[in-house]
């Protein structure tokens, strides 16, 4: 099993920034894939970013050049730096690893963290 605890999430003015972490603990042993994704009122849920053990990132396009995921390995936490963030960017954010044990891949999600976007 893999906890996830979710922090830095608040409420900003647009163009502010927010950096969000996410804390993983348990048996991170064969995470193979870090990400972040969110949930605003009346919409799914969407990919926002994505980091793998390679260290390759993705992005959802309207994120790019705004939005930066990274990994601290040591710590077993991952990071979503969030720049210039625009009133659209209001969501509950959601930290998302993949585990892999004995070929079989398990998802994980964390709580949830609000990110609140004044205009």
């Known amino acids: 099993q893999v906890q996830l605890v979710e922090s830095g999430g608040g409420s900003v003015q647009a163009g502010g920034s927010l950096r969000l972490s996410c804390a993983a603990s348990g048996s991170t042993f064969g995470i193979i894939d870090s990400g972040w994704y969110r949930q605003a009122p009346g919409k799914q849920r969407e990919l926002v970013a994505r980091i793998n053990n390679s260290g390759r990132t993705d992005y959802v396009d309207s994120v790019k050049g705004r939005f930066t995921i990274s990994r601290d390995n040591a710590l077993d936490t991952v990071y979503l730096q969030m720049n210039s963030l625009k009133y659209e960017d209001t969501a509950v954010y959601y930290c998302?690893?993949?585990?892999?044990?004995?070929?079989?891949?398990?998802?994980?999600w964390g709580q949830g963290t609000q990110v609140t976007v004044s205009p």
């Open positions: 998302n690893v993949v585990r892999t044990t004995w070929g079989v891949k398990i998802e994980y």
